[in-house]
């Protein structure tokens, strides 16, 4: 067991669904793994560590700011000369030395039309560059989904038993106190009676689904998280949208527990973390029937065709839905982690 070692390059990074997944999944390894059996390898200079009981954090040397250099150049380095197995839970892996690899999705392989600028062009390629050795030499390849197994298989030709699924969980949030201030910033906010969405720039979050939705139900209101102001360069959002920026995670909770309901009506995910907090803050969740999301949310969601025309967000929010408990005790970090160390024991 001694031989394996965590790639802590998320440690100060913005935390979205990738690193709430690195950050919980070593939190709940702490609690179960031997003192010193698994190592946490994290830049010299990273902030937010945490003082782990068992974990074994190792400090080595890196250039600031060069992340990617760090996970292709020091962090393998370390690997060949104490012989470890790396372990990398952010969908970046060392391409001549991937170990256990994460691939929470194969977006970038599945959608080209959504990367048009020269940028995205470069990251695109760099990406496949990493799925193709992930693929070709990971001892083995963990992912987000049932969904998201099948699409790495039959893209990348893998065998299926080179695949792991462990799927997240929601308990983080709560560790989170709610913030009311939210409300105090936007005093036009009509508590339980808006469609809240975490919005983002990524075109498969599909944000410009609620604009247009918005813009044809004047008498509903949206709000809208995230860097999503770039979305209205020439013109102001319908006047029923309110962006709300980013928020914190106290802020969100407060958004979630006073919904009408949380919209997700994005076009493709490997799990999708939000709706599942939504659910467990007690809230009402519609996400569009594409993807993984129909294995993920079973019962408990309702469900909505974002291509298809006439939706009544006001009818979806009709259909029956199961009981949210059953889910909500499946989806658990401690399992996540649990599932991880069983994999890391089978080839200790």
């Known amino acids: 067991m001694s031989g394996f070692a965590i790639c802590g390059d998320f440690?100060?990074?913005?935390?979205?669904?990738?690193?709430?997944v690195a950050y919980e999944t070593a939190a709940e390894l702490d609690k179960i793994a031997?003192?010193?059996?698994?190592?946490?390898?994290?830049?010299?200079?990273a902030q937010g560590v945490p003082e782990y009981q068992n974990?074994?954090?190792?400090?080595?040397?890196?250039e600031k700011g060069k992340r990617h250099l760090w996970i292709q150049v020091h962090f393998p380095k370390y690997l060949r000369k104490n012989r470890k197995t790396g372990i990398t839970i952010c969908n970046e892996a060392p391409l001549f030395r991937p170990g256990i690899a994460y691939i929470h999705d194969i977006y970038y392989k599945l959608f080209p039309k959504d990367f048009s600028g020269m940028k995205e062009k470069v990251s695109r390629a760099v990406v496949l560059m990493i799925y193709r050795a992930v693929a070709k030499r990971a001892k083995r390849i963990v992912t987000d989904s049932l969904t998201s197994r099948e699409e790495i298989m039959n893209t990348y030709r893998v065998k299926p038993e080179r695949i792991s699924v462990i799927y997240p969980g929601w308990q983080h949030i709560l560790n989170t106190q709610e913030d009311d201030g939210i409300f105090e910033k936007f005093p036009a906010i009509r508590k339980h009676e808006y469609y809240f969405?975490?919005?983002?720039?990524?075109k498969r979050k599909n944000v410009k689904w609620i604009i247009d939705y918005a813009a044809k139900h004047p008498a509903e209101q949206f709000l809208l998280s995230g860097k999503v102001h770039d979305f209205f360069p020439d013109q102001k959002p319908p006047a029923n949208v309110i962006l709300l920026g980013y928020v914190s995670d106290g802020e969100m909770i407060s958004l979630?527990?006073?919904c009408k309901a949380f919209v997700f009506p994005t076009l493709y995910e490997g799990f999708g973390i939000p709706p599942?907090?939504?659910?467990?803050?007690g809230a009402e969740i519609i996400v569009s029937n594409r993807s993984c999301l129909p294995e993920v949310y079973r019962d408990t969601a309702h469900y909505f065709d974002p291509d298809a025309d006439g939706?009544?967000?006001s009818e979806v929010l009709k259909t029956p839905v199961g009981d949210p408990q059953k889910l909500l005790s499946f989806y658990t970090w401690e399992r996540?982690?649990?599932?991880?160390?069983?994999?890391?024991?089978?080839?200790s």
Request: no cysteine; charged share 25%; proline share 2%.
């Open 276 to 281: 599942l907090e939504a659910l467990a803050l």
């Open 256 to 258: 979630m527990k006073r």
């Open 336 to 347: 996540a982690a649990k599932d991880l160390y069983d994999l890391i024991k089978a080839f």
């Open 311 to 313: 939706t009544e967000l």
């Open 11 to 20: 440690y100060g990074q913005t935390i979205t669904g990738i690193q709430r």
């Open 197 to 202: 969405t975490l919005g983002s720039l990524s």
């Open 55 to 62: 974990l074994k954090v190792v400090r080595i040397s890196a």
């Open 34 to 45: 031997g003192k010193g059996e698994i190592e946490v390898i994290v830049p010299e200079d």
